[in-house]
């Protein structure tokens, strides 16, 4: 069993990729290998609207100069999704919704995502957190995929680097969501 985590903040050791890294380390001690993709910071196209995924169906969007199509594979390839946004503004930021629009188009057309477990997670440093952890788990759910939850929504309260893990809270969240996640791939297997 493998999980993809995906990191949508630019910061490659910011608290996304903190939060992603601590539920990958307690599910790799329960025997499920994980991958952190590194989503943010790219430079990425939004969708154009174009129909091409649509009209062609091969898993793949007809812009090939970005990350975005190596992101999917790695998704429709793993049992597991999660997917982190810092909370910017209250919403996503650009290169995770560019990754929904065009992921999303793709992979429901053809089930690629469907019955897999999705989990998405957010840092934020004082509010808007709710808009980012519902918008991810928007696209799971629209993809058919299974939604697990824990303790509190998947937040933490962190503002720089490195004050993920001084959130007692956010820590355990990550901590009963990963325990979730494995019960629930258990499951799923
Ligand atoms: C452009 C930008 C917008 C932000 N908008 C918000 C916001 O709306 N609400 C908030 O509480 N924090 C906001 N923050 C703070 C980040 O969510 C917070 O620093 C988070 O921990 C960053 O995660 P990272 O270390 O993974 O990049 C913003 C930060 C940036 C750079």
């Given at each position: 069993?493998?999980v993809?985590g995906i990191n949508?903040s630019?910061r490659k050791n910011g608290n996304t990729a903190a939060m992603i890294g601590s539920i990958l380390d307690d599910l790799s001690n329960?025997?499920?290998?994980g991958e952190i993709f590194q989503?943010?910071?790219?430079?990425?196209?939004?969708?154009?609207?174009?129909?091409?995924?649509?009209?062609?169906?091969?898993?793949?969007?007809?812009?090939?100069?970005?990350?975005?199509?190596?992101?999917?594979?790695?998704?429709?390839?793993?049992?597991?999704?999660i997917?982190g946004?810092?909370?910017?503004?209250?919403?996503?930021?650009?290169?995770?919704?560019?990754?929904?629009?065009?992921?999303?188009?793709?992979?429901?057309?053809?089930?690629?995502?469907?019955?897999?477990?999705?989990?998405?997670v957010?840092p934020?440093?004082?509010?808007?957190?709710?808009?980012?952890?519902?918008?991810?788990?928007?696209?799971?759910?629209?993809?058919?995929?299974?939604?697990?939850?824990?303790?509190?929504?998947?937040?933490s309260?962190?503002?720089?680097p490195g004050?993920y893990e001084?959130?007692?809270?956010?820590v355990?969240?990550m901590k009963?969501l990963a325990?979730?996640?494995?019960?629930?791939?258990?499951?799923?297997?």
């Amino acid at each position: 069993m493998k999980v993809i985590g995906i990191n949508g903040s630019p910061r490659k050791n910011g608290n996304t990729a903190a939060m992603i890294g601590s539920i990958l380390d307690d599910l790799s001690n329960n025997g499920i290998d994980g991958e952190i993709f590194q989503l943010g910071g790219n430079l990425v196209r939004g969708c154009s609207g174009c129909n091409w995924c649509k009209d062609n169906q091969v898993g793949r969007c007809v812009f090939s100069d970005d990350c975005i199509n190596e992101c999917i594979e790695k998704m429709a390839s793993a049992d597991a999704v999660i997917i982190g946004s810092p909370t910017y503004f209250s919403t996503l930021t650009t290169e995770t919704k560019a990754l929904i629009d065009r992921g999303g188009r793709i992979c429901r057309s053809q089930g690629l995502l469907r019955r897999k477990v999705g989990a998405a997670v957010t840092p934020v440093r004082r509010a808007g957190s709710m808009n980012v952890f519902q918008s991810i788990n928007n696209f799971f759910l629209i993809q058919e995929m299974i939604v697990p939850g824990s303790s509190y929504w998947n937040m933490s309260l962190a503002a720089a680097p490195g004050d993920y893990e001084k959130d007692e809270e956010g820590v355990k969240t990550m901590k009963t969501l990963a325990e979730n996640i494995s019960w629930l791939m258990g499951k799923l297997n």
